[in-house]
């Protein structure tokens, strides 16, 4: 069957001379039959499909070799008989327009020639999908929309179809295939990643499909090989992994960029139980590379005591000290048993002696040396944190898989304090007094009458005298003061004095000291002030000149916080609390004003559990007080009305609230650590540079101190950056 140019001018009305060649081949597509020429076999007829058939192609009628020869024909016409060939039929988008042309030189099988086609819709910039059965020819970039095929796995079918396809990954990440995978695919259609399931969904053709499969099964194979666990025979597995590990390294540092695995990395576990290595490598060679490292390490030592039964263990994170006494204990014979001392409470920390007779805080070094503790088959070295083990081989292992278990990192633990105050006061007086003389000049006798307190404001009787310019001066009271004056005998002198006075006073005081110490390690931060206080006095007046002596006590005064906190297991920290706020009253006890100042202090004690970042109240004080103070003349200051001539009243309201609040949060590694104290010098970082005074062009100085920014994380250990100097300024003067 031949298909010559029968297309070659277009569409029918334009050349009906050929229309007569298209029917006839029409014709003869129609009574071929549908078969594949590769394969030989018989096709049944074609049958709509289902939505999303995997792996089914279009049923092509016949085997009998066809040569198609359409140029510059239209798509459509041509599609129509592609659709007569295969007999299937094949949907038009109305957004395709134009041109194909389908040439072939030799005789094609049906399926070949229905391939040309699809290649050349592809040159065009269309596609071909099944849709629920029906083929249809769509614009490219609509064509991963529409497609109905969906494929698990490897796909079967091929050609310049689009179809979706499900690639399941075993070892890979998806999101790094998806890097690699999307230059070679189709920039109209789409690649996806669910990491969820480690699966891949991409959209193109057929073709394209089947060579992205090849390259997902060559990339999806696994990065490490097996776990293999090494005994140690001879030597010690944790020192033989410290060793393998810093060659490892020193062989693989800069061989990768930032964020990339070496190609030979490895990682060495230690199993203290079985005294074996635990090793995983990139790949079989590296691994065989490490057995053969490990097996000439570990090597008997030569004589009967190749160190004489010496052994020297350098710690990483315990105390030598504190560590030798508990394996002594723990190696002692049954009736030998170490002494234990008790855990003294916290309590506050008071002055010893006068002035001049306690240590100086400033001179007294922060913990004393440590001296060597001897004795036993396990001392140690405090000034290179080691410990020395004298013991044959056998018990050397058992004391060394103890010291693996206790030498471990230890938490530390940052607690929160925060200590809040709000108080308040109200006061209101009203007074009124009055004084008055009844007489004439001359008289032998006369009358004089008045009130006189001090709950309204000063005397009246004190304010009369300074009047009249006798005695030391005596100011009004605050608030509103109204009076009259009477002049007696060519002196004036107040006869009468109204006082009225509302003040109110507010107090907000939050105060939050932080701090942070070591697992199970008491620590203690104050913030106040060393005051000064009279113990005693006396005056040597045996001579002709005396010499007074006095004996001063001094105290701290302001906030203390001292605890001792104790990680758990489970995320709890149970904690031992002194804390106390004080501060130097401004009130003077009755009869004590000559005994130097008095305090006010709040003190707690206590031993707490608390879940790790949590917020617990330690304690607090809620107190409202009133206080109604009136001075009155019997009788006459209960007339109603009248009788605020003869009274005089106040009234006090004061209201406290304390509370204490606590919350401690556990520093498990150095990255929390760090992390946390990076944010606290950002914090005071950001209020120096608030602080900054305002620029000014006659003075100077136009800059405060600020401390350094922070340096990158790769050189986070390195010491900070000092200040910069001030810019030059020049002399206004010059």
């Given at each position: ?68 020869n359409f140029v510059n024909a239209d798509i459509e016409a041509v599609t129509r008989a592609i659709a007569v060939m295969i007999d299937r039929q094949i949907l038009v988008d109305p957004r395709v327009k134009g041109t194909i042309t389908v040439y072939s030189e030799q005789p094609l099988t049906v399926r070949e020639a229905y391939l040309n086609y699809l290649a050349a819709l592809r040159g065009l910039g269309f596609a071909l999908v099944d849709s629920a059965g029906l083929l249809k020819v769509v614009p490219e970039a609509d064509a991963k929309l529409q497609t109905g095929t969906v494929s698990v796995g490897p796909g079967t079918t091929r050609g310049d179809q689009v179809l979706t396809q499900i690639f399941k990954l075993n070892h890979e990440n998806p999101n790094n295939l998806v890097a690699i995978l999307r230059p070679l695919i189709s920039p109209n259609n789409t690649i ?543």
């Amino acid at each position: 069957m031949e298909l010559r140019g029968c297309l070659a001018a277009g569409p029918f009305n334009r050349r009906p001379r050929l229309q007569r060649p298209l029917f006839f081949a029409l014709a003869l597509a129609f009574v071929a039959t549908s078969t594949f020429a590769q394969t030989g076999a018989s096709a049944p007829r074609a049958t709509p499909r289902p939505a999303g058939a995997q792996g089914q192609s279009p049923a092509l009628k016949s085997s009998t070799p066809i040569t198609v020869n359409f140029v510059n024909a239209d798509i459509e016409a041509v599609t129509r008989a592609i659709a007569v060939m295969i007999d299937r039929q094949i949907l038009v988008d109305p957004r395709v327009k134009g041109t194909i042309t389908v040439y072939s030189e030799q005789p094609l099988t049906v399926r070949e020639a229905y391939l040309n086609y699809l290649a050349a819709l592809r040159g065009l910039g269309f596609a071909l999908v099944d849709s629920a059965g029906l083929l249809k020819v769509v614009p490219e970039a609509d064509a991963k929309l529409q497609t109905g095929t969906v494929s698990v796995g490897p796909g079967t079918t091929r050609g310049d179809q689009v179809l979706t396809q499900i690639f399941k990954l075993n070892h890979e990440n998806p999101n790094n295939l998806v890097a690699i995978l999307r230059p070679l695919i189709s920039p109209n259609n789409t690649i996806n990643a669910n990491p969820g399931n480690n699966t891949l969904v991409i959209t193109d053709y057929a073709d394209n499909l089947q060579r992205i499969g090849k390259i997902v099964a060559a990339l999806d194979q696994p990065s490490a090989t097996d776990v293999e666990v090494i005994p140690i025979k001879h030597g010690v597995a944790s020192d033989m992994a410290t060793m393998i590990q810093r060659l490892g390294d020193g062989a693989t540092a800069g061989a990768a960029p930032p964020g990339a695995a070496a190609a030979g990395a490895f990682a060495v576990m230690v199993d203290p139980r079985a005294n074996a290595l635990i090793v995983r490598a990139a790949n079989p060679a590296r691994m065989a590379t490490l057995r053969a490292l490990i097996d000439r390490l570990d090597r008997p030592s030569e004589g009967p005591a190749a160190n004489g039964n010496i052994w020297v263990v350098h710690l990483k994170n315990a105390d030598s000290t504190k560590l030798a006494t508990v394996l002594r204990a723990a190696f002692a014979s049954p009736g030998g048993g170490a002494s234990s001392t008790g855990q003294q409470p916290l309590a506050p920390q008071q002055p010893q002696g006068v002035a001049g007779t306690a240590a100086s805080p400033a001179a007294t070094p922060v913990a004393a040396s440590a001296q060597p503790s001897t004795g036993g088959f396990i001392q140690a070295d405090p000034s290179t944190n080691s410990l020395i083990i004298t013991a044959p081989e056998p018990l050397y292992r058992q004391v060394r898989a103890m010291i693996e278990q206790l030498d471990s990192r230890r938490a530390q633990v940052y607690i929160e304090s925060l200590i809040v105050e709000v108080s308040g006061d109200n006061a209101a007086d009203f007074g009124f007094q009055w004084q008055g003389l009844i007489g004439q000049n001359g008289d032998r006798y006369g009358a004089f009458a008045g009130t006189n307190s001090s709950v309204g404001g000063p005397s009246i009787i004190d304010l009369t005298t300074t009047l009249a310019g006798a005695g030391t001066a005596t100011k009004p009271g605050e608030g509103l003061n109204i009076g009259l004056l009477k002049n007696y005998g060519g002196t004036y002198a107040l006869a009468a004095i109204a006082r009225i006075l509302q003040s109110q006073s507010n107090t907000n005081i939050v105060s939050t000291p932080n701090l942070i110490t070591l697992d199970n390690e008491e620590a203690k931060i104050i913030v106040g002030s060393n005051v000064p206080f009279i113990t005693g006095q006396f005056t040597n007046t045996g001579t002709s000149t005396s010499s007074p002596f006095q004996t001063i006590e001094r105290k701290d005064v302001g906030i203390t916080l001292r605890i001792k906190p104790q990680v758990g297991e489970g995320g709890t920290v149970r904690m031992t609390i002194f804390q106390e706020s004080s501060s130097v009253s401004d009130k003077v006890a009755p009869g004590t004003s000559n005994a130097g100042p008095s305090t006010d202090k709040r003190s707690i004690e206590s031993t707490v559990v608390v879940d790790d970042g949590a917020i617990l109240v330690l304690g607090g004080l809620i107190e409202d007080r009133f206080t109604d103070k009136k001075s009155k003349v019997p009788l006459l200051g209960d007339i109603p009305i009248l009788g605020g001539l003869f009274r005089s009243e106040s009234r006090t309201r004061t209201r406290t609230n304390l509370m204490v609040f606590l919350r401690p949060v556990v520093l498990r590694d150095a990255e929390s650590a760090n992390k946390l104290s990076l944010d606290r010098y950002d914090i005071i970082r950001a209020r120096q540079k608030d602080a900054q005074p305002a620029s000014s062009t006659l003075l100077p100085i136009n800059e405060s101190p600020v401390i350094p920014p922070q340096r990158a994380p790769s050189a986070a250990s390195a010491p900070l950056d000092p200040p910069p100097p001030p810019p030059a300024t020049s002399d206004p003067r010059n």
